[in-house]
């Protein structure tokens, strides 16, 4: 493949899952607001994503497979299409149901979502590994662009979502998302270049198991570190949040949607920004990849300290305060910075331990391991905040992450092979 048919495969396919992930953010701020305006605790808040990240276990062990069977543009358009059925379905829900049933649908709904989502996932990140130019850490900065990219647009659905509930109501802001999602769909399928492999025959099921130790502890690692991102992202701080904005009044729950939304939007901005200029801060083309999975160990053992003393910071303080939600801000901006960077280097190593025919099911076993952390991370986070609120929430943050670090601390690597040759 020439370079420029690469370059403008990995625009497709970015453009493509950029549209995905914005709709996959509004989304999820949608449900979330609305369902705690309508009362729900904190515990059934958690169980309305709990199919959506179960979901993402069973799909990215089976969609490494499918990819390499069918090829990745079938995976995309897949997730693609499913994203816009699971809107459309989102928008059949019937006020008068009761509580039950309406949480069993939204878990239903957002299961599919969930499936939708690790299609378009894998197929993106997989891309990249076989689309990105060799030498001067072509395939970090690649995957970093993505991947930063990515939760830059993911950040601006929680706005989107948070300001359409606000403005539009429920109903209207599902369907107008599946709306332009299916436009934009139909456009990468009548556009999309050559280049991606359309899969081959001989794949066979059970090789999505990996016999790489670097990629099995790379995974341990990798659902760590987001099950204690979502411990407090969830449903903890959006809740602790709402607690302290809304006065219960229409006016103050919509300025409680915004300020929430808007908070949920510049973190996970702030968060993609820093992950996309992790090569230039990491000096990763230059590296050796010894080093470079050196600092995976440092960078996860710094992060562990942050929620340690935020959790400590909100325990000592007492009922909220105007300085206490200042600091609480402030320290999990940091920790978004930092996390952020232990997220690139994730996403770079696993696809520099992957080789070229393994990549779709290595990438896939990998992202069940995420989505494991993540269901892990959302049923803690309802639970922890029922049980002790959001020091609990936090403390359990910062025991995931050194749990982070065991995995990071038994990688290893290939003493003075820089990045930028570790492509196969």
């Given amino acids: 493949m020439s370079r420029p048919e690469g370059l403008s495969a990995y625009i497709a396919v970015t453009a493509a899952y950029w549209a995905f992930m914005l709709t996959d953010g509004a989304l999820r701020m949608l449900v979330l607001l609305h369902f705690h305006a309508l009362g729900f605790t904190p515990v059934q808040l958690a169980y309305l994503f709990v199919l959506y990240e179960l979901a993402g276990i069973v799909t990215n062990l089976s969609a490494g497979w499918i990819a390499a069977r069918f090829g990745l543009t079938s995976t995309l358009y897949a997730g693609l299409g499913l994203q816009v059925a699971a809107l459309l379905a989102l928008a059949q829900l019937d006020p008068?149901?009761?509580?039950?049933?309406?949480?069993?649908?939204?878990?239903?709904?957002?299961?599919?979502?969930?499936?939708?989502?690790?299609?378009?996932?894998?197929?993106?990140?997989s891309a990249v590994k076989l689309l990105a130019p060799d030498g001067q850490g072509g395939l970090f900065r690649w995957v970093a662009l993505l991947t930063g990219s990515k939760n830059a647009v993911k950040?601006?659905?929680f706005l989107l979502g948070a300001v359409l509930l606000a403005l539009a109501g429920f109903v209207p802001a599902v369907l107008g998302m599946a709306s332009v999602l299916a436009l934009i769909l139909l456009a990468v399928v009548l556009k999309m270049p050559t280049g991606l492999p359309t899969g081959r025959k001989d794949a066979k099921f059970r090789e999505i198991f990996s016999r790489n130790a670097n990629i099995n502890w790379l995974s341990m690692a990798r659902v760590f570190l987001f099950g204690a991102r979502d411990v407090w992202f969830v449903v903890g701080i959006p809740i602790y949040f709402y607690a302290v904005l809304s006065d219960g009044s229409p006016e103050g729950n919509r300025a409680a949607f915004f300020t929430i939304g808007s908070f949920m939007a510049v973190w996970t901005v702030l968060y993609g920004g820093v992950q996309a200029a992790a090569p230039k801060l990491l000096h990763a083309d230059t590296r050796?990849?010894?080093?470079?999975?050196h600092a995976a160990r440092h960078w996860a053992a710094g992060l562990a300290v942050i929620p340690a003393v935020l959790a400590l910071l909100v325990w000592l303080g007492g009922a909220p305060s105007g300085g206490l939600t200042v600091a609480l801000i402030l320290g999990l901006l940091l920790f978004g910075a930092v996390f952020a960077v232990n997220s690139a280097l994730h996403s770079y190593l696993i696809l520099a331990f992957s080789t070229g025919a393994r990549v779709t099911m290595d990438v896939g076993f990998y992202y069940m391991a995420n989505a494991a952390g993540r269901l892990m991370g959302t049923l803690l986070s309802g639970l922890s905040y029922q049980l002790g609120g959001l020091p609990l929430c936090l403390g359990t943050a910062s025991l995931m992450v050194a749990l982070s670090w065991v995995g990071a601390a038994r990688l290893q690597g290939a003493r003075g092979r820089p990045v930028s040759e570790s492509k196969p």
């Fill in 96 to 125: 008068a149901w009761g509580i039950a049933a309406s949480v069993v649908f939204v878990m239903l709904v957002q299961g599919a979502s969930g499936v939708a989502k690790d299609l378009a996932k894998m197929s993106a990140k």
């Fill in 288 to 293: 050796p990849e010894a080093e470079i999975i």
């Fill in 155 to 157: 950040g601006l659905g």
